[in-house]
């Protein structure tokens, strides 16, 4: 439930990293919902106002002020803070202090949807999610912010579970959204999230390892050191799009339309010609991290940095 007379507040999440949150929010089908870090609380406001049960929503913070926070969003954090955001929301429970610690004892509530943005590197990310995970239950959806080269011991550990778990991975901005049950329920947040790509796909091929996704989501390989060898786009929101490869000296290689595979094993630049509302977006694999490219958009031209090599890929809205 949102409150129009309550602020929106201060939030590190991108833009459309906040709507998938909401989206996957709105597919929670069991259980509680449990967030982990929520700073001011704008994820939370985002998942209060999504939800379609009236099942609580749990939330654990040290709420302690840190000057990265007051650089970044212009004041500090304080519990007093975040209850002038969140204090209108209906089945909030707020828990203060560390987690798992502070409920350690005393949990024992089946969690249907879980969503840490808190500690961003191990051993704090993992004691998080395998003290929690027990509670999981067997639809629940799972999810983070800040799928990202600059806290790699995410990527590393999420790739690691979907693997485990056998399940596909998505992630849009830098939100990332897993379950063991039925990940259509995942596919439609993304469709929801961004839906002038509904129906669109991207199939990618790493050597001979296969993979597809929604097309606004990111392909197999984000954040990984597998180039990319080819990928292919389909559906009638990118039936006009055509990507043009390009050699190191500036001269044109292949064109390629829907439904073709867009051979990148000697190209050194890319142009996407089409509907200028979409563009794309590469993850590259560095000497030194991985890292995103901004949006390129229909005529401008991404040039590969000298020993990188494109690893992910996915296409997006591009706003007026």
């Not at 975040?82 to 004892?105: K, N, Q």
């Not at 990618?204 to 989501?217: I, N, V």
Request: aromatic share 10%.
């Amino acid at each position: 439930m949102s409150d129009p007379t309550v602020a929106p507040a201060p939030a590190t999440m991108t833009k459309v990293g906040r709507r998938f949150l909401g989206r996957l929010a709105a597919q929670a089908t069991s259980g509680v919902f449990l967030e982990i870090g929520p700073l001011f609380g704008s994820s939370t406001q985002e998942i209060a106002a999504s939800r379609r049960r009236e099942a609580p929503l749990h939330t654990i913070d040290t709420f302690a002020p840190a000057p990265w926070i007051e650089r970044r969003l212009g004041r500090n954090l304080s519990r007093r803070a975040f209850d002038e955001y969140t204090s209108h929301i209906p089945g909030l429970v707020v828990h203060e202090g560390f987690a798992p610690d502070v409920v350690r004892d005393s949990w024992s509530e089946p969690i249907g949807f879980y969503f840490d943005d808190a500690t961003h590197g191990d051993p704090g990310w993992s004691n998080n999610f395998d003290f929690f995970s027990r509670f999981f239950t067997e639809d629940a959806i799972v999810c983070g912010d800040d799928f990202a080269g600059g806290w790699p011991d995410i990527p590393r550990n999420v790739t690691r579970i979907a693997e485990d778990w056998g399940c596909e991975l998505f992630v849009i901005g830098r939100v990332w959204a897993i379950t063991r049950s039925r990940p259509e329920r995942i596919a439609t947040a993304v469709e929801e999230t961004v839906p002038g790509l509904a129906g669109a796909r991207l199939a990618t091929q790493h050597d001979q390892d296969y993979g597809s996704r929604p097309a606004a989501a990111w392909s197999q390989g984000l954040h990984r050191r597998r180039p990319l060898t080819s990928f292919c786009f389909s559906g009638d929101p990118v039936a006009d799009l055509r990507f043009t490869t390009y050699d190191s000296d500036g001269s044109p290689i292949g064109e390629y339309g829907a439904g073709e595979w867009v051979a990148l094993d000697r190209a050194h630049g890319l142009v996407v010609s089409g509907p200028d509302c979409v563009g794309y977006q590469l993850c590259l694999a560095g000497l030194q991290r991985t890292e995103n490219t901004k949006t390129f958009r229909a005529g401008s031209r991404f040039d590969l940095p000298e020993g990188s090599d494109i690893v992910a890929i996915r296409l997006e809205v591009v706003e007026r």
